[in-house]
């Protein structure tokens, strides 16, 4: 079964750190995405990266890179120099299949000054 | 802008009572789909649909149904709401069925009540 586990239910940064949230994912497929989203609390789902399965160097955006390790299945995502505004909540997620996305439980992430 | 609209945002029904939520997106996506989310189990696919009038069941379809009569409008259906349906409930969009660099577009979210 394709499955996406984050095994953090919540984590604690403080502002200006760099933080890891972790996500290891199941598959059999061989082409597969992977997505993390953000989810503040007012609600709205906001897209902060992907990465494709043949994509062999990791992605970056901004204060986001996302840690792909292929042999190990797993996609983290980590934020550099934390900010008060990244609490929230964060998903990863992947495609399969080509037409659905599987989600994990979620990490809540909270920073501190 | 381009965005997917969601409406209503809450909604507060009673158990039987058919309701209907709309999803709009104005980026002429081929995919969406409808994901509803739950403490503890993140969010989880009720349908999507590759293109007009092709719709296939997600991982929780039962008590669902959906139609893509146009590109931009994917309606939600809850033709007998349970209790059980109480959720947020999430449109999304995508150029492709896999995302890809843009990732999946949502709405901002209709969070419904049964009682």
């Known amino acids: 079964a394709q499955k996406i586990t984050q095994t953090q239910p919540g984590m604690f940064v403080q502002e200006k750190e760099a933080v890891t949230l972790d996500c290891t994912y199941d598959?059999?497929?061989?082409?597969?995405?992977l997505f993390w989203y953000k989810q503040p609390s007012s609600g709205e789902m906001i897209f902060l990266i992907y990465?494709?399965?043949?994509?062999?160097q990791n992605a970056t955006e901004g204060r986001y890179s996302l840690n792909f390790q292929k042999a190990r299945k797993s996609a983290n995502l980590v934020i550099s120099a934390s900010q008060l505004g990244d609490s929230a909540m964060y998903f990863c997620?992947?495609?399969?299949?080509?037409?659905?996305?599987?989600f994990g439980t979620g990490t809540q992430l909270k920073v501190e000054l | 802008e381009a965005q997917v609209t969601q409406n209503p945002r809450y909604l507060i029904t009673v158990t039987g009572k058919k309701l209907t939520v709309t999803c709009s997106q104005n980026?002429?996506?081929?995919?969406m789909s409808w994901y509803r989310q739950d403490p503890g189990l993140g969010l989880r696919q009720i349908y999507y649909?590759?293109?007009?009038?092709?719709?296939d069941k997600g991982d929780v379809p039962e008590g669902y149904k959906v139609s893509r009569k146009e590109k931009r409008n994917f309606p939600l259906i809850l033709e007998s709401p349970s209790p059980n349906q109480t959720s947020l409930y999430f449109c999304?969009?995508?150029?492709?069925?896999?995302?890809?660099?843009?990732?999946?577009?949502f709405g901002s979210g209709t969070r419904l009540t049964v009682v």
């Open positions: 999304a969009s995508s150029p492709t069925p896999k995302g890809g660099l843009y990732g999946y577009t």
């Open positions: 598959t059999s497929d061989q082409s597969y995405g």
């Open positions: 990465q494709g399965s043949y994509d062999e």
């Open positions: 997620a992947m495609s399969r299949g080509g037409n659905k996305l599987t």
């Open positions: 980026m002429n996506h081929e995919y």
């Open positions: 649909s590759m293109n007009v009038e092709v719709t």
